[in-house]
């Protein structure tokens, strides 16, 4: 069974600065992946997925996740954060239409 | 086209009392699943369900949790015989079904038990 591991319950970044929120995974099978966001009381929005192709997926918001299959890796990054970023990220795997999500990692951002 | 909807949003339950809360997927997707966040935690995957048939239970409680998804109707999560640690927010999402499909999110249900 496929799972997640997000490192860092808790990011805090200035505005302006690099953003990076870590995901690693493991499945036994090619994996689909996708970062969500969730921001207080309202359900998650899909930020962007990787299926098969490009192993840099851009999404939304500026933001953007590389592939890295030698790493097991999924990392989230925004080259320069704004106040409007501030909420919970999660990244999920699938590995055939099951979803497993990581346990979540909150952003703040600093004036 | 409207999205994953789920209601009721808010929901106030005494101890030992049943909760039922519903979802409704988004058009021509079959496939439902419910997921459980508690405050502070991340989101636990309860269960994964297709019309009539439950796919993967393996995340839902062994007593009190049950859930459905009939071929006419909502899916329905219920909750028998409610207790303080049930109180959380329960996130249901619907896919078409095709592997590495978006799945979408409903804007949840909070539970309260009092």
């Known amino acids: 069974a496929q799972s997640v591991t997000q490192l860092g319950s808790h990011v805090s970044v200035s505005e302006g600065a690099l953003v990076l929120l870590r995901c690693n995974y493991s499945?036994?099978?090619?994996?689909?992946l996708f970062w969500y966001v969730q921001y207080p009381n309202q359900g998650l929005q899909l930020l962007l997925k990787?299926?098969?192709?490009?192993?840099l997926v851009k999404g939304i918001n500026g933001f953007e996740a590389e592939f890295k299959k030698s790493e097991t890796s999924f990392h989230l990054t925004k080259p320069s954060a704004h106040m409007s970023d501030a909420a919970e990220y999660f990244c999920?795997?699938?590995?055939?239409?099951?979803?497993?999500f990581g346990a979540g990692t909150r952003l703040t951002v600093k004036p | 086209n409207a999205g994953v909807m789920q209601n009721p949003r808010h929901l106030v339950r005494r101890r030992g009392q049943e909760a039922r809360l519903r979802c409704s997927p988004m058009?021509?997707?079959?496939?439902v699943y419910w997921y459980r966040q508690l405050p502070e935690e991340g989101l636990k995957f309860m269960v994964y369900?297709?019309?009539?048939?439950?796919?993967?239970e393996s995340g839902m409680p062994k007593e009190r949790f049950s859930a459905e998804f009939p071929k006419e109707g909502p899916s329905i999560l219920r909750i028998q015989q409610v207790v303080r640690g049930d109180s959380a927010a329960y996130f249901c999402?619907?896919?078409?079904?095709?592997?590495?499909?978006?799945?979408?999110f409903g804007e949840g249900s909070w539970l309260t038990v009092v």
């Open positions: 999402a619907s896919s078409p079904g095709v592997a590495g499909n978006t799945i979408y």
């Open positions: 369900l297709q019309k009539e048939n439950i796919i993967d």
């Open positions: 999920a795997v699938s590995d055939d239409d099951d979803m497993r």
């Open positions: 499945s036994s099978v090619p994996p689909y």
């Open positions: 058009k021509g997707h079959s496939h």
């Open positions: 990787y299926t098969t192709g490009a192993t």
